[in-house]
């Protein structure tokens, strides 16, 4: 996963102060509400849950916490009975002798049990231990109100006393946590499905899409709280589904557009706070993927003004990515500017990031002709090199598979020349049926993100039973073992998988997650 990050010290962006004027007034309000504790609960060995590790409410409930009198190494766990993204507070007290010395305790914020079962001593994984949902605190007068500055991404919270003195003892009351998303469910219309299965993956994505809208689309609200260009794309086709929230969509795509690099590539990821700021991180595809947000948003409202002013840049970028095909079409990577495709590093991209560059030059297209770019026949002629590339030279005519690398059929290959439609529907049929008997079971694929391409793929060739089936395997999967939302990494054959290392710093509600919404409303209902 190294790839997945850089360091360019020399690089150098332009900053469009107009363009990120307007992000600022796109800027939607955060919605608050408060939420109550609903139980106490304790861990217990739970073989159909994420780890083994479950949850069981205990005799004396949520009514009665006050009944329990904390002393050196006691602790408690609170649920609140969902997913939250918000700041979290609770009344301490003592009783017993007076207070002879502070009062020193551990918070532990989880999206799942399995976290509260690791310890944060033994982690060590690559990525930043800060990242653990862990607060240490002395508090040296009782009563008190403790009120946590930070956000966090949870269900449970486990307090325990570190110490005290042996003279007295904690007393814990009106634990209260202040959610924040800006997803606004007032806009939102009901959606009642026969098949009970999908109607909670609807649910379960639904819930995921709300926690990751904040000041912007998160990537995910408990780690990296930024807005990446990958997962930009697949929330805002969700959003459109659901909430339709456009101007948050806006927002997103004029801090993009007012942070490109004087090489004008697109930074994959940007920062919000404590002022926009792109990272110096660049993936290929990521920085193709402006275009086609910009092209679904436009398919989902129409606004040519919006179009015409954000064009220039998708049209730089478009010709950053052109200069990497060769006269006849073919495409030479760059590692410096690595195709994603998905995390997994076992399979060669080459062909996959081909038919990506198709899939947005062919949406790109549609643009220029919306603006009437007098340019347009030069990238209608880079589009027929291309896919003629494609179909003569990576295409296996006898396997009816894509080839890439040396003499690699790869599932990403096939999904990716499908959903940009370089051959024939009926080609394409052909295609993912051999994908699904040469090429399943899915493996060296982790993550929802590649799973929502290979799903959208069966439903553009017409499997849908296949796709529903796959869906309901995935997602499906994810919710049996305990999922509120769903996670940034799942491999069913692996289902403890980390790509961290650890379960405390898996990100267990990830936007790149939430597509059923979006896969739902577009293949199943609007199909009927």
Known sequence: MAFTFQ??????????????KKAEESCPEIKKETKKA???VKLIQDQTQLDGIGTSILEKDIDQLSDYHLKRDDSLILDFGNHYVGSFSVDLDQVGSPMDAPLYIRLKFAEMPCELNAESQDYVGWLSRS?????????????????????YSFRYVEIKVIDTSPKWQVVIKNPTLITETSADYSRLEPLSLEDKTLQKIYDVGLKTLADCMQDVFEDGPKRDRRLWLGDLRLQALANYSTFDQCELVKRCLYLFAGM???NNKISANVFVKPKPLPDDTFLYEYSLFFISTLYDYNKAHPELAFVKELYPIAKKQMDVTLKMFTEEGKFIPDEDYPVFVDWSNAFNKDTAGHAETIYVLKQFISLSHLVEDEDAHIYTKALNQLSNYAKEHLFNKEKHLFVTGENEYNIASQVWMVLAHVMDDETN????????????SIKNIATP????????????AHLDKEAIALMKKYWGKMIELGADTFWEAFDPDRVSYSPYGSPIVN????AWSCTPVYLIKKYILNSK
């Open 507 to 510: 990100s267990y509600c990830h």
């Open 7 to 20: 360091i360019n010290n020399e690089l150098q962006f332009n900053h469009d102060e107009e363009l990120l």
């Open 260 to 262: 490109t690099a004087e």
């Open 449 to 460: 993100y590649m799973y929502h391409h290979i799903v959208e793929a069966l439903f553009e």
């Open 131 to 151: 990242w653990i949902q862990e607060e240490f605190i002395h508090i040296d007068e009782l009563p008190c109100t403790l009120k946590l500055p930070r956000r």
């Open 429 to 440: 049929k052909k295609i993912m049926n051999n994908t699904i008997e040469q090429l399943f």
């Open 38 to 40: 609903l139980h106490l």
